[in-house]
């Protein structure tokens, strides 16, 4: 019988099934000059089709997006096209915000549960006692403090606006603008730029070189006033 095992084995790998149908079979083993009898129960195949074991795959990604690319493209997914992008023909674009700093303001092991780490964001011995992670008190006020700074951060920078009087009739250059009084400190006098420009010049020893020229004229309001050209 003990022969005849590794043949049903074979059978079963070519096309059988296991089915329940069990026998005891006796088997003689000599140790040490004693007989003893152990029974071994077994299954036997049987003539019936192979049933094939049905499997389901559960795909499991440890990548996701946020893993995998950096936080500059995925802000850019908030944010917009930058630059000239922006200017391109695409219809009409929705409202975008602007890209918040979530590093500003975080202290090492700060947390919004409290949880106290030994040697990160609390004493790693206490009274000669190694320490366990442990919940401690919410601190509010750091939270608050994160959302302030987070939003301080939300918020874009915009130019200071000049009085009309005081940004001159252009907003891309220096027209009409006021500089002040003049050096020598005369009261009441007030200077006034009327033009300013680049001007590039070519020449056969340095070449071409660029320098700005400027026309400025001063007064009092008073009828006395004065021109000059730098």
Not at 21 to 36: D, H, N, V, W
Not at 167 to 193: E, I, K, Y
Request: positive net charge.
């Amino acid at each position: 019988m003990l022969r005849f095992l590794p043949s049903v084995l074979q059978r079963v790998h070519l096309g059988y099934s296991w089915c329940d149908i069990s026998f005891k079979c006796a088997s003689i083993l000599e140790t040490r000059g004693a007989l003893l009898s152990t029974s071994i129960t077994t299954l036997v195949p049987s003539r019936c089709p192979l049933v094939r074991p049905h499997f389901s795959v559960i795909p499991v990604r440890f990548s996701t997006i946020f893993t995998s690319l950096p936080a500059d493209v995925i802000w850019e997914g908030v944010t917009g096209p930058k630059g000239s992008t922006k200017k391109r023909a695409r219809g009409k674009r929705r409202v975008t915000r602007p890209k918040i700093d979530l590093n500003r303001g975080q202290r090492l092991g700060g947390n919004r549960e409290g949880y106290l780490w030994p040697g990160l964001n609390a004493p790693l011995y206490r009274q000669s006692t190694l320490q366990k992670v442990q919940k401690g008190d919410v601190n509010k006020d750091y939270l608050n403090k994160l959302e302030e700074l987070r939003n301080k951060s939300a918020v874009k920078k915009k130019r200071v606006k000049l009085p009309p009087l005081l940004r001159g009739w252009t907003g891309a250059s220096m027209g009409g603008q006021s500089l002040g009084p003049l050096d020598s400190g005369s009261p009441g006098f007030d200077t006034r730029v009327l033009e300013l420009k680049a001007v590039s010049t070519m020449t056969a020893t340095v070449g071409r070189y660029r320098r700005f020229s400027a026309l400025v004229v001063a007064g009092n309001e008073r009828g006395i006033c004065g021109v000059g050209k730098a």
